[in-house]
Every structure is written in structure tokens, then in C-alpha cells.
């Protein structure tokens, strides 16, 4: 079976504005590209390696594993940051725009989530998918969506689990069986985001002509924010910096 990192279907509130992706693109595809950049020592965010050997199961997949909480991209120049959900703020006023319905998933695979960070929209279904020949367990740790708290028996890669999400900041989700195990989840009213790649980049495409405001969210360093202005299809780049005081 085939699976797709991020799956989605959306449901989407009603607003005085409906821009539709053909009128994104006649608008010239406007794109804001960049990267988050990482002003601090690494060597005090080394990545600490996690036992896993308390589940005979986990131990056959990988006895240890590395922390996802502050991956610093070291060999990059400026360092740069993974796992960052970038998003526009503000800018877009009442406008909604529609998103495609390709499914988004999380896998639970080598006792850790994939992905660490995960990005949707409004009214999404996400899909959870244990990989693992251990039982996993599910509890979301939110404001705003239902605090779901389920068992997930091995290897459910067929069925797996659906949710739908609301709109809120990054929350996190837990495993109570493997206390090391967590992840993100970040929904927005719009398509406008991104995570981080492996070398700290990332993209928004397909906003209307305007001034933005764009926010950066990491889940050890807090939030960030930048301004950008972009227009007839031009691509803007601009970066967004974490600094950490320790």
C-alpha cells in the first residue's frame, strides 16, 4: 500500500470571498519561497538518542532513535531549522480558498509519528495509520478540535483511523503506551503553509497580489513573524530567523 504523508479533504466555511486555484493561477502564481534560519549554539540541541527497548516490538524495529523536537541542518549556511510550520498570518481577509481533496496521514512507523510536524485545513479528514506490530495509542492534546483518545491495534494500514480537524494552532498528540512518541498537527482557514524540509526551505504558491504577514512556528522556539508583499506573479523570498538565548 501506497501512503501518502499528508492526506486531506476539506470542508470550508462560508466567507464573502471564494478564490478557486484557476484564478490563483491567473492571478500569475504568485509564491513566497525561503528558508528558516538558525541563530544559536547547536551543540546545546543535540539530538538525543531515545531507548526504545521497553517494547520488544520497537526494540526489533530500531533500539534507539533520534529526537525530532530541534533538528539543526548544520552543514547548511546560515543553519536552518526543520520541522517549522510556516503560514500566512494575516493578509487574506475574508477570502477562502478551496484545496485539494488528496488525503493527509499520519503513520506510526518505528514507534515515532511521520511526519513529527503536519500541516491541514479547516475541516480536513486526517487519516492515522499504524504501521507498527505493536498496539499504538492515539490522545490529541488540543484547545479547539476533540481530545481524541483511542487504542490503534498493529498494523491497521488498511482501515486506520479518520478525524476531522478544525482550525487551531499547532497541538500536540501523544502515545501513552510509548511516552517518547509525539507529534504536531496544525490546521489553518487557508492553503497558505508549509513545513519545513530537510534543509530548512519551504514554499507557499497560489496567494492573491497583497501584503502578508507570515508566522513561523517551531515547537521548542516559540513563534516568529516577517512581512512580505507579492504581486503579479512574482516569487518573493524571504527568510525567518530563530534566534535562542541558551
Not at 47 to 58: A, G, L, S, V, Y
Not at 169 to 175: E, L, N, W
Not at 214 to 238: C, L, Q, Y
Request: proline share 5%; aromatic share 8%; net charge positive.
Amino acid at each position: 500500500m501506497k501512503l501518502s504523508m499528508f492526506t486531506l479533504t476539506a470542508v470550508l466555511a462560508i466567507n464573502t470571498f471564494v478564490f478557486t486555484p484557476d484564478q490563483c493561477l491567473a492571478d500569475g502564481q504568485n509564491s513566497i519561497t525561503g528558508k528558516v534560519i538558525f541563530k544559536g549554539d547547536p551543540a546545546n540541541y543535540k539530538r538525543t538518542k531515545i531507548n526504545t527497548t521497553k517494547d520488544p516490538n520497537c526494540k526489533k524495529a530500531k533500539k534507539t532513535i533520534g529526537s525530532e523536537k530541534v533538528i539543526v541542518n548544520k552543514k547548511t549556511d546560515p543553519m536552518t531549522l526543520r520541522n517549522v510550520v510556516v503560514s500566512i498570518k494575516e493578509g487574506l481577509g475574508k477570502k477562502s480558498f478551496p484545496v485539494s481533496k488528496e488525503e493527509l496521514t499520519i503513520i506510526q512507523i518505528g514507534c515515532q509519528y511521520k511526519p513529527h510536524v503536519l500541516a491541514g485545513q479547516a475541516g480536513q479528514t486526517l487519516r492515522i495509520l499504524n504501521g507498527d506490530n505493536t498496539n499504538h495509542n492515539i490522545h490529541f492534546l488540543p484547545k479547539v478540535n476533540d481530545e481524541h483518545n483511542f487504542t490503534q491495534p498493529k498494523k491497521d494500514t488498511e482501515k486506520g483511523k479518520t478525524i476531522i480537524l478544525k482550525a487551531e494552532d499547532p497541538f500536540k498528540v501523544k502515545c501513552d503506551v510509548h511516552p517518547w512518541m509525539n507529534c504536531f498537527v496544525a490546521i489553518f482557514e487557508h492553503p497558505f503553509f508549509d513545513v519545513t524540509s530537510k534543509d530548512g526551505t519551504f514554499t507557499l504558491t497560489g496567494m492573491p497580489d497583497g501584503a502578508y504577514t507570515i508566522e513561523a512556528w517551531h515547537e521548542a522556539f516559540g513563534k516568529v513573524t516577517a512581512e512580505v508583499e507579492v504581486s503579479g506573479g512574482k516569487a518573493a523570498n524571504m527568510d525567518l530567523t530563530f534566534e535562542p538565548k541558551s
